[in-house]
Structures are given as C-alpha cells and as structure tokens.
C-alpha cells in the first residue's frame, strides 16, 4: 500500500543534543510538508517542499533545518533541542500544490530530556 | 490576520447527532478541509468542500458558506470510537491549509 513513513515513531534526546527524524513516501507525491504538532493545539507547517523547491516558514526557527535528497525522503534535523520542541512531529505529503488533501505520516513524538 | 474559531471541546451521546461549528478568515479561500485526529495519532481526511452547500458521506456530513465564512461537520449515529478531536482547515490563496486548533468531541454511552 502507498503510504507515509516516519522513523522512529518515538524519539528521546537529550537538552541540546541533534536529532534527525526522518519521513519517506512511496505516494510519488510532488510536496512534502513537515510540521510540528504541541498537546491540543493546532499543527504548525514549519517547511515545504514543492518538489526541490524549500519554503521555510517565516516563524520557523533557525534551530530547525531540512533535507530533501530525492522525491521519497525528507528529514528533519534539530540542531540543538531545547525543551520547548518536545512535540509530535507529523510528515505530510500532496500530489501537488493545488491539490491539498495532505496525507500524513504517523508522526514521531519527540521528547528531550 | 487568519483565524479559525472552532469550540474547544463537546460532548455526545452515543447513537445521537453532533454538529461541530467552524468559522474562518482567510487570506483568499480555495476550499476547507475537516481532519479527524485520535490521541497521539495523526490527522485522516474527512471532507474537502470547495463550494456552498452541503457534502455527505456516510455517518458524516460537511456544510460550507463562502460568504459568511461558516462550516460544519455533521456526526450522525454517534459511535464510540468516533471520540477524537475534528479539525477545520481552509485552504488560503497560495494552497496552504490554516489549521484550527480543533474541537475534542468526548462520546459517552
């Protein structure tokens, strides 16, 4: 089945330790979209890629960075966790800009300790 | 600004009716979506209305008015699993959906 992968589904690190998390679609789909999702709150896009087009969300923090080697993969690295980025961190992919239903990966919970 | 405004949180009996209200303010408008999220899971489609009027699918309606910037989703013969929080989503002018925080819907027996 087609569908969106996010390793690992749980993630703990320490206070100011990298982390990569990592998304891969076997969709074919044109945009990737990473966002970051806090208890009760709203899903925040921190970036998209319109195929190697990278669109970095003006509120994003430079602490948050992101990779696309290829159309199936993207990564999401976190220089230097604080504890505030302790969140859900959801993948999401669409055919293509316009066409919006976004099909999510199921997430990485990431707790920095 | 954008602002989606969607109550908190509701609850339900099993077996009855919900309607969970929703309304927008977009920088342009290319449609609205409804997203279903379990605890600790990801958002699953639910609907996409692009014009006014009504959407049914099975157990679930969705209802749309550009002009007052106004949707809703409609839960029919409520079951247990359907607790979970719904969230609304409009699709602004340059295609990125604004998400609304989202409406917890507890179902009791």
């Known amino acids: 089945d087609a569908m969106v992968i996010q390793n690992p589904r749980y993630q703990v690190t320490q206070f100011g330790k990298p982390v990569t998390l990592s998304c891969s679609q076997t969709?074919?789909?044109?945009?990737m979209y990473w966002y970051q999702q806090k208890s009760s709150q709203a899903p925040k896009l921190l970036f998209h890629y319109y195929d190697k087009d990278f669109n970095n969300e003006a509120d994003t923090p430079d602490n948050f960075q992101s990779r696309r080697p290829n159309t199936s993969f993207c990564f999401l690295d976190i220089r230097s966790p604080g504890l505030g980025d302790a969140a859900m961190y959801l993948c999401?992919?669409?055919?293509?800009?316009?066409?919006?239903?976004?099909?999510f990966g199921p997430g990485t919970r990431l707790t920095v300790t | 600004g954008q602002n989606i405004d969607q109550p908190t949180e509701m609850t339900a009996t099993e077996g009855a009716i919900v309607q969970i209200n929703c309304t927008y303010q977009?920088?342009?408008?290319?449609?609205l979506f409804w997203y279903q999220q379990h605890a600790g899971e990801a958002p699953t489609f639910l609907s996409y209305?692009?014009l006014d009027g009504l959407e049914e699918k099975g157990r679930f309606s969705s209802f749309l008015s550009r002009s007052k910037g106004y949707s809703y989703l409609l839960l029919k013969e409520l079951q247990m699993k359907d607790s979970a929080s719904y969230l609304c989503a409009p699709l602004d002018s340059n295609y990125q959906l604004i998400w609304g925080a989202g409406t917890k819907l507890i179902i009791k027996p």
């Open positions: 999401a992919t669409s055919g293509t800009r316009e066409a919006a239903e976004q099909y």
């Open positions: 977009t920088s342009g408008f290319n449609g």
């Open positions: 209305n692009v």
């Open positions: 969709l074919n789909h044109n945009v």
